[in-house]
Protein backbone atom coordinates (compact mmCIF):
# COMPACT_ATOMS: atom_id res chain seq x y z
CA UNK A 1 0.00 0.00 0.00
CA UNK A 2 1.32 3.49 -0.52
CA UNK A 3 1.15 6.24 1.92
CA UNK A 4 -2.47 7.23 0.84
CA UNK A 5 -3.43 3.60 1.77
CA UNK A 6 -4.32 2.69 -2.47
CA UNK A 7 -2.18 -0.20 -3.81
CA UNK A 8 0.99 0.31 -5.49
CA UNK A 9 0.60 1.39 -9.15
CA UNK A 10 1.85 -1.86 -11.46
CA UNK A 11 3.61 -1.98 -14.25
CA UNK A 12 2.04 -2.43 -17.68
CA UNK A 13 1.81 -6.48 -17.59
CA UNK A 14 2.72 -7.87 -20.81
CA UNK A 15 1.09 -11.37 -20.36
CA UNK A 16 -1.89 -12.62 -18.26
CA UNK A 17 -1.39 -15.44 -16.20
CA UNK A 18 -3.37 -18.28 -16.73
CA UNK A 19 -2.11 -22.04 -14.83
CA UNK A 20 -4.19 -23.59 -18.38
CA UNK A 21 -3.83 -27.07 -18.20
CA UNK A 22 -1.29 -28.81 -16.33
CA UNK A 23 -0.22 -32.34 -16.29
CA UNK A 24 0.55 -34.32 -13.34
CA UNK A 25 4.06 -34.60 -14.06
CA UNK A 26 4.34 -30.64 -14.38
CA UNK A 27 2.81 -30.07 -11.16
CA UNK A 28 4.86 -32.38 -9.42
CA UNK A 29 8.10 -30.75 -11.35
CA UNK A 30 6.57 -27.37 -9.90
CA UNK A 31 6.59 -28.79 -6.08
CA UNK A 32 9.81 -31.07 -6.19
CA UNK A 33 12.22 -29.47 -8.78
CA UNK A 34 11.15 -25.30 -8.56
CA UNK A 35 12.78 -24.97 -4.88
CA UNK A 36 15.89 -26.70 -6.49
CA UNK A 37 16.32 -24.70 -9.69
CA UNK A 38 14.39 -20.99 -9.01
CA UNK A 39 16.55 -18.38 -7.92
CA UNK A 40 16.83 -17.55 -4.41
CA UNK A 41 14.78 -15.15 -2.99
CA UNK A 42 17.12 -12.91 -1.16
CA UNK A 43 17.79 -9.80 -3.80
CA UNK A 44 21.22 -9.13 -3.17
CA UNK A 45 22.25 -12.85 -4.23
CA UNK A 46 24.27 -12.58 -7.83
CA UNK A 47 24.94 -15.44 -10.56
CA UNK A 48 27.37 -16.13 -9.00
CA UNK A 49 25.44 -17.33 -5.71
CA UNK A 50 23.16 -19.07 -8.19
CA UNK A 51 25.43 -21.15 -9.97
CA UNK A 52 28.01 -21.65 -7.99
CA UNK A 53 30.74 -20.47 -10.87
CA UNK A 54 30.88 -16.94 -12.99
CA UNK A 55 30.44 -18.83 -16.65
CA UNK A 56 28.81 -16.54 -18.83
CA UNK A 57 24.86 -16.05 -18.29
CA UNK A 58 22.32 -16.51 -21.06
CA UNK A 59 18.99 -15.23 -20.29
CA UNK A 60 15.57 -16.33 -22.22
CA UNK A 61 12.49 -14.78 -21.60
CA UNK A 62 9.26 -16.20 -21.97
CA UNK A 63 10.61 -19.90 -22.55
CA UNK A 64 7.12 -21.45 -23.22
CA UNK A 65 7.77 -25.14 -22.60
CA UNK A 66 11.17 -24.45 -22.66
CA UNK A 67 12.65 -26.20 -25.85
CA UNK A 68 15.29 -23.96 -26.91
CA UNK A 69 16.66 -23.19 -23.18
CA UNK A 70 17.28 -27.02 -22.48
CA UNK A 71 18.67 -27.52 -25.86
CA UNK A 72 21.12 -24.82 -25.56
CA UNK A 73 21.87 -25.57 -22.03
CA UNK A 74 22.59 -29.25 -23.42
CA UNK A 75 24.91 -28.57 -25.61
CA UNK A 76 26.64 -25.49 -23.78
CA UNK A 77 27.68 -26.92 -20.24
CA UNK A 78 30.23 -24.18 -20.34
CA UNK A 79 26.95 -21.47 -20.13
CA UNK A 80 24.49 -20.52 -17.65
CA UNK A 81 21.50 -20.25 -18.97
CA UNK A 82 18.47 -18.24 -16.82
CA UNK A 83 14.87 -18.88 -17.85
CA UNK A 84 12.04 -16.83 -17.27
CA UNK A 85 8.25 -17.64 -17.71
CA UNK A 86 5.61 -16.54 -15.84
CA UNK A 87 2.98 -19.49 -16.96
CA UNK A 88 4.26 -21.99 -14.89
CA UNK A 89 3.26 -24.88 -16.38
CA UNK A 90 5.70 -24.29 -18.74
CA UNK A 91 8.47 -23.71 -16.21
CA UNK A 92 7.00 -27.29 -14.98
CA UNK A 93 7.61 -28.88 -18.68
CA UNK A 94 11.49 -27.43 -18.97
CA UNK A 95 12.34 -28.87 -15.04
CA UNK A 96 11.39 -32.32 -16.10
CA UNK A 97 13.49 -32.32 -18.86
CA UNK A 98 16.84 -30.33 -17.14
CA UNK A 99 16.26 -32.92 -14.39
CA UNK A 100 16.06 -35.87 -16.69
CA UNK A 101 19.41 -34.48 -18.70
CA UNK A 102 21.04 -34.13 -15.27
CA UNK A 103 21.53 -30.24 -16.05
CA UNK A 104 23.25 -27.96 -13.38
CA UNK A 105 24.08 -24.98 -15.82
CA UNK A 106 20.34 -23.63 -15.44
CA UNK A 107 18.03 -21.77 -12.94
CA UNK A 108 14.45 -20.36 -13.47
CA UNK A 109 12.23 -18.02 -12.26
CA UNK A 110 8.30 -17.33 -12.45
CA UNK A 111 8.59 -13.73 -11.99
CA UNK A 112 7.22 -11.17 -14.34
CA UNK A 113 10.61 -10.46 -16.09
CA UNK A 114 10.43 -6.88 -15.16
CA UNK A 115 11.65 -7.64 -11.54
CA UNK A 116 14.08 -10.20 -12.49
CA UNK A 117 16.02 -7.59 -14.98
CA UNK A 118 16.05 -4.65 -11.79
CA UNK A 119 18.21 -7.19 -9.55
CA UNK A 120 20.30 -8.26 -12.16
CA UNK A 121 23.70 -6.79 -11.74
CA UNK A 122 24.86 -4.53 -14.38
CA UNK A 123 26.58 -5.90 -17.43
CA UNK A 124 25.79 -9.93 -16.16
CA UNK A 125 24.35 -11.19 -19.38
CA UNK A 126 26.16 -12.62 -22.51
CA UNK A 127 23.05 -13.31 -24.66
CA UNK A 128 19.06 -12.62 -24.06
CA UNK A 129 16.11 -14.15 -26.55
CA UNK A 130 13.09 -13.12 -27.31
CA UNK A 131 11.31 -15.71 -29.02
CA UNK A 132 8.04 -14.95 -30.02
CA UNK A 133 6.91 -12.17 -27.11
CA UNK A 134 3.22 -12.17 -27.26
CA UNK A 135 1.31 -10.42 -29.63
CA UNK A 136 -1.23 -8.35 -28.36
CA UNK A 137 -2.80 -8.08 -31.60
CA UNK A 138 -5.29 -5.43 -31.33
CA UNK A 139 -4.17 -1.54 -31.33
CA UNK A 140 -5.80 -1.24 -28.00
CA UNK A 141 -3.27 -3.57 -26.71
CA UNK A 142 0.05 -2.55 -28.46
CA UNK A 143 0.67 -0.75 -25.29
CA UNK A 144 1.08 -4.34 -23.54
CA UNK A 145 3.45 -5.55 -25.70
CA UNK A 146 6.63 -6.83 -24.12
CA UNK A 147 9.40 -5.14 -26.47
CA UNK A 148 9.13 -1.12 -26.06
CA UNK A 149 12.18 1.38 -25.32
CA UNK A 150 11.85 1.43 -21.66
CA UNK A 151 11.84 -2.26 -22.12
CA UNK A 152 15.14 -1.83 -24.14
CA UNK A 153 16.57 0.40 -21.89
CA UNK A 154 16.46 -2.37 -18.72
CA UNK A 155 17.77 -5.12 -20.71
CA UNK A 156 20.71 -2.51 -22.29
CA UNK A 157 21.93 -1.97 -18.37
CA UNK A 158 22.04 -5.63 -17.62
CA UNK A 159 23.91 -6.96 -20.97
CA UNK A 160 27.60 -7.49 -21.16
CA UNK A 161 29.16 -4.75 -23.45
CA UNK A 162 30.26 -8.01 -26.00
CA UNK A 163 26.42 -8.75 -25.32
CA UNK A 164 23.80 -9.71 -28.11
CA UNK A 165 19.84 -9.66 -28.40
CA UNK A 166 17.83 -12.03 -30.28
CA UNK A 167 14.23 -11.46 -30.97
CA UNK A 168 11.52 -12.90 -32.97
CA UNK A 169 8.44 -12.25 -33.82
CA UNK A 170 5.73 -13.68 -36.24
CA UNK A 171 3.78 -10.70 -36.19
CA UNK A 172 4.28 -7.90 -38.94
CA UNK A 173 3.60 -4.94 -37.04
CA UNK A 174 5.33 -5.87 -34.06
CA UNK A 175 8.05 -6.25 -36.51
CA UNK A 176 8.29 -3.03 -37.38
CA UNK A 177 7.74 -1.65 -33.92
CA UNK A 178 10.25 -2.97 -33.51
CA UNK A 179 12.60 -1.55 -35.89
CA UNK A 180 11.19 1.57 -34.98
CA UNK A 181 12.28 1.30 -31.42
CA UNK A 182 15.72 0.62 -32.74
CA UNK A 183 16.17 3.55 -34.66
CA UNK A 184 14.90 5.88 -31.99
CA UNK A 185 17.33 4.35 -29.34
CA UNK A 186 20.68 5.37 -30.22
CA UNK A 187 22.13 2.70 -27.35
CA UNK A 188 21.67 0.11 -29.92
CA UNK A 189 22.89 -1.35 -33.31
CA UNK A 190 21.25 -3.62 -35.09
CA UNK A 191 23.72 -6.20 -36.45
CA UNK A 192 21.65 -7.09 -40.09
CA UNK A 193 22.01 -3.48 -41.11
CA UNK A 194 19.44 -0.46 -39.85
CA UNK A 195 15.47 -1.15 -40.85
CA UNK A 196 16.75 -4.87 -41.29
CA UNK A 197 15.75 -8.23 -40.57
CA UNK A 198 18.46 -10.92 -38.95
CA UNK A 199 18.58 -14.56 -40.22
CA UNK A 200 17.02 -17.32 -38.23
CA UNK A 201 19.59 -17.92 -35.48
CA UNK A 202 20.76 -21.42 -35.63
CA UNK A 203 19.84 -21.81 -31.82
CA UNK A 204 16.42 -21.23 -32.10
CA UNK A 205 14.59 -24.25 -32.40
CA UNK A 206 10.74 -24.29 -33.91
CA UNK A 207 8.49 -24.97 -30.98
CA UNK A 208 4.67 -25.52 -31.12
CA UNK A 209 4.07 -21.46 -31.23
CA UNK A 210 6.33 -20.68 -34.13
CA UNK A 211 5.24 -24.20 -35.94
CA UNK A 212 1.17 -22.88 -35.31
CA UNK A 213 2.87 -19.36 -36.97
CA UNK A 214 4.09 -21.33 -40.17
CA UNK A 215 1.24 -23.34 -40.76
CA UNK A 216 -0.80 -19.77 -40.91
CA UNK A 217 1.56 -18.46 -43.68
CA UNK A 218 2.99 -15.79 -40.69
CA UNK A 219 6.42 -14.87 -41.89
CA UNK A 220 8.84 -15.06 -39.10
CA UNK A 221 10.90 -12.10 -38.18
CA UNK A 222 14.19 -12.14 -36.34
CA UNK A 223 15.94 -9.33 -34.97
CA UNK A 224 20.02 -9.22 -33.62
CA UNK A 225 21.35 -6.44 -31.46
CA UNK A 226 23.82 -5.26 -29.84
CA UNK A 227 24.84 -2.52 -27.14
CA UNK A 228 26.17 0.50 -29.23
CA UNK A 229 29.54 1.71 -26.58
C1 LIG B 1 3.83 -16.49 -27.22
S1 LIG B 1 4.69 -17.29 -25.93
C2 LIG B 1 6.17 -17.89 -26.74
C3 LIG B 1 6.82 -19.00 -25.95
C4 LIG B 1 8.14 -19.54 -26.52
N1 LIG B 1 9.19 -18.51 -26.53
C5 LIG B 1 7.99 -20.13 -27.89
O1 LIG B 1 8.58 -19.60 -28.84
O2 LIG B 1 7.28 -21.12 -28.03
C6 LIG B 1 5.29 -15.89 -24.99
C7 LIG B 1 5.62 -16.27 -23.54
O3 LIG B 1 6.15 -15.14 -22.86
C8 LIG B 1 5.71 -15.19 -21.51
N2 LIG B 1 5.79 -13.83 -20.97
C9 LIG B 1 5.15 -12.74 -21.45
N3 LIG B 1 5.45 -11.65 -20.72
C10 LIG B 1 6.31 -12.07 -19.74
C11 LIG B 1 6.96 -11.38 -18.66
N4 LIG B 1 6.77 -10.07 -18.47
N5 LIG B 1 7.76 -12.10 -17.85
C12 LIG B 1 7.94 -13.44 -18.07
N6 LIG B 1 7.35 -14.14 -19.06
C13 LIG B 1 6.53 -13.46 -19.89
C14 LIG B 1 4.28 -15.72 -21.62
O4 LIG B 1 3.86 -16.34 -20.41
C15 LIG B 1 4.39 -16.73 -22.76
O5 LIG B 1 4.59 -18.04 -22.31
Redesign the pocket.
Known sequence: MTDSGTPPRRGI???VRREGRITSAQARALTELLPVFELPGQADSTPADWFGNRNPLYLE?????GE?LHLNALANPANNYLA????RP?IGQLLLQVAAAGLTNVRVSTA???EILARLPTGCLQEVCI?????WPKSRHHKRR?IQTPFLAALQRVLASSGRVRIATDIDDYAESILECLANAPGWRNLAGEGRCAPCPRIRCV????RRALEAGRRIHDFLIARRD
Not at 131 to 135: A, E
Request: proline residues 7%.
Open positions: RSFIGTGNNVEVHGDVHFFPDPLTRFE
